[in-house]
């Protein structure tokens, strides 16, 4: 079992940046995979980012080439670095863990989750 606490979101003016942590609890992050969602009031939980145990990384559409995600094994930690924010980015930002090797878009595939960060980006 795995224990997960964002942190790092705020307030922030849109073209500015944020960088996300995720801190994992025990001592086998490295055998999960994770993900990044964000969930924006009377929407559905989407997919932003995730990466596998191996480093390989996906992204939605609308945050490529402005986010970035990554991990740190030995911290058990993963980051999401974002730049060049906008309005619509706006949500409450979830980490999410999985076992096993990739990371999947749809939050159905992960078992533990964060209790999430607010982002609120103004225009």
């Known amino acids: 079992q795995v224990q997960l606490v964002e942190s790092g979101g705020g307030l922030v003016q849109a073209g500015g940046s944020l960088r996300l942590s995720c801190a994992a609890s025990?001592?086998?992050?490295?055998?999960?995979?994770m993900g990044w969602f964000r969930q924006a009031p009377g929407k559905e939980r989407e997919f932003v980012t995730g990466?596998?145990?191996?480093?390989?990384?996906s992204y939605a559409d609308s945050v490529k080439g402005r986010f970035t995600i990554s991990r740190d094994n030995a911290k058990n930690t993963m980051y999401l670095q974002m730049n060049a924010l906008k309005p619509e980015d706006t949500a409450l930002y979830y980490c999410?863990?999985?076992?096993?090797?990739?990371?999947?878009?749809?939050?159905?595939?992960?078992?533990?989750w964060g209790q999430g960060t607010q982002v609120t980006v103004s225009s």
């Open positions: 999410a863990a999985r076992g096993g090797t990739y990371a999947y878009t749809t939050p159905e595939n992960y078992t533990y």
């Open positions: 025990g001592r086998t992050f490295s055998s999960y995979a």
């Open positions: 990466i596998s145990r191996s480093g390989s990384t």
